[in-house]
Nanobody, 123 residues
Framework: QVQLAESGGGLVQAGGPLRLSCAAS????????MGWFRQAPGKEREFVAR????????YYADSVKGRFTIARDNDKNTVYLQMNSLKPEDTAVYCC????????????????WGQGTQVTVSS
C-alpha cells in the first residue's frame, strides 16, 4: 500500500506561481511512476503531468506544457508540481497518483491516489 497526501493548494492571482507537494508513505516510493491529475467543477478529470520512477522522463498535457514542471525527490518520498503563469482555467482539485506503469496518462493507469488539494486562480 502507498498513501499519498497532497499539500500546497490555495488561492492565487492569475499569472502567479504555486507549488504543490505530494508526500508518499508505505511501499518504496522510488519504484513508482507518479502523476498529477486535476478536476474542475462540472468537468471531467484530466491528466496534467507524469514523471518516471527515476525522474528522468516527464510528460505534460498540452494545456500546461511550458508553465508546469513536475519533479520528484526520492530521498524525501515527495513529488512536486511547480505551476507558473497560472490561469483561471487552472482552477481545480489537483490529485497525485502512484503507479507501476511507467508511462501512464490515464487515471486507471495508476494504483494509488491522494485525496486532492484545491487550487483556485482568481482573475
Amino acid at each position: 500500500q502507498v498513501q499519498l497526501a497532497e499539500s500546497g493548494g490555495g488561492l492565487v492571482q492569475a499569472g502567479g506561481p504555486l507549488r504543490l507537494s505530494c508526500a508518499a508513505s508505505g511501499r518504496t516510493f522510488s519504484s513508482y511512476a507518479m502523476g498529477w491529475f486535476r478536476q474542475a467543477p462540472g468537468k471531467e478529470r484530466e491528466f496534467v503531468a507524469r514523471i518516471s520512477w527515476s525522474g528522468v522522463v516527464t510528460y505534460y498535457a498540452d494545456s500546461v506544457k511550458g508553465r508546469f514542471t513536475i519533479a520528484r525527490d526520492n530521498d524525501k518520498n515527495t513529488v512536486y508540481l511547480q505551476m507558473n503563469s497560472l490561469k483561471p482555467e487552472d482552477t481545480a482539485v489537483y490529485c497525485c497518483a502512484a503507479g507501476e506503469l511507467e508511462y501512464g496518462s490515464r487515471w486507471a493507469d495508476y494504483d494509488y491516489w491522494g485525496q486532492g488539494t484545491q487550487v483556485t486562480v482568481s482573475s
